[in-house]
């Protein structure tokens, strides 16, 4: 039985991850903090270890005490990573910091795996062709222009200098599926009848449902030759605001929703606003600049070409079809808070 290592799996990707690797055989050990929930981490099957990033010798300590008779793991999946934060030095300390002390500390326990697969993010690559709408490739030379995505391409470029180093990079686009927050705060609107939207000029949308970036994980650490590369992880095609609403009332049964364009000065000062507040309250704030410079941009179209190539991607969930899932589970989640 081989054995594997998920790093940041309280959360939503995390909790399919495990399940996954559970479902594949995997002796599977998910790494955790004091505070995290485990909602999504009930199979007693799971190895949990329990760590804080911020002590580099706890950490050291809970590593080498949870290591499968003292040896590596086979595999490592690195998930763990902050997509919002109240103060955006935390990006930093978290997306890059994080991973360079459990990476110096796997080679220093002597705990190198076969594989370490490291999550990072579309945004590491910074906006696209905005005239042509070009699909962005693995090729592209990276310019990010918010602090998350800054974060990642940092952490990159670690995980790049690490020549001795077995890493796999993973660039995925906009992951949505059941428990997911962000983008069921849009299905939450458009089930209250409105669909909000920034900006005037087309906007071309890529989404992956999560369990087929799961999928993708397990083909990408099982297959020869991926090693030392990086991964975009996608559907295979893009769609546009429109496309996305009519797919969410199919499945939420609305025969009416209202289109709202929100022109992007209006939507500025409104993240700025949000932002501050966050700040005011120590709490992350959904809607931030940083996710204004999201939400301005309008190409996300993307190649999963080199994934196809290497280790046969082949996302099974159409947005049709993942939508309906998410949906599926929204309604129940729904229904579930009605009754207590």
């Given at each position: ?99 360079r ?14 594989r ?24 592209m ?31 995925p ?36 449902y ?84 999201i ?13 196809r ?6 996302p ?25």
């Amino acid at each position: 039985m081989k054995s594997i290592l998920i790093v940041g799996a309280g959360g939503f990707i995390g909790g399919f991850i495990a399940a996954e690797a559970l479902k594949r055989g995997f002796d599977t050990y998910v790494c955790v903090r004091e505070s995290t929930s485990r909602r999504y981490l009930k199979d007693e099957r799971l190895h949990f270890v329990v760590l804080d990033y911020d002590d580099p010798l706890s950490m050291s300590g809970s590593l080498a005490e949870a290591a499968p008779g003292g040896k590596p793991w086979d595999y490592v999946i690195y998930n763990l990573g902050a997509t919002k934060c109240a103060n955006f030095a935390d990006f930093n300390r978290i997306n890059f910091g994080y991973l360079r002390s459990f990476v110096g500390l796997l080679k220093e326990l002597r705990l190198v795996p076969e594989r370490f697969l490291y999550m990072s993010s579309l945004s590491a690559l910074g906006p696209g062709d905005e005239k042509d709408y070009t699909p962005m490739t693995e090729a592209m030379v990276p310019h990010p222009n918010t602090r998350y995505g800054l974060s990642k391409i940092k952490a990159e470029s670690y995980l790049e200098m690490q020549t001795d180093f077995p890493w796999i990079i993973f660039r995925p686009t906009g992951v949505y599926g059941p428990h997911e927050r962000d983008y069921l705060m849009m299905v939450k609107s458009i089930d209250a009848g409105f669909d909000f939207g920034v900006g005037y000029k087309r906007q071309m949308l890529t989404f992956i449902y999560v369990e087929d970036l799961v999928t993708a994980m397990f083909q990408a650490l099982e297959a020869p030759g991926t090693v030392h590369k990086k991964y975009i992880i996608s559907e295979n095609r893009a769609y546009t605001q429109s496309e996305f609403r009519t797919l969410v009332s199919k499945a939420l049964g609305k025969r009416f929703c209202i289109p709202v364009k929100l022109p992007l000065w209006m939507a500025y000062i409104a993240s700025v606003v949000a932002e501050k507040y966050g700040v005011l309250t120590l709490k992350a704030s959904t809607l931030n600049r940083d996710k204004f410079k999201i939400m301005k941009q309008r190409n996300w179209n993307c190649s999963t070409e080199a994934a196809r190539r290497d280790f046969g991607f082949d996302p099974q969930f159409s947005l049709e079809r993942g939508i309906a899932e998410t949906v599926k589970a929204y309604i129940a989640e729904k229904k579930h808070n009605k009754k207590k």
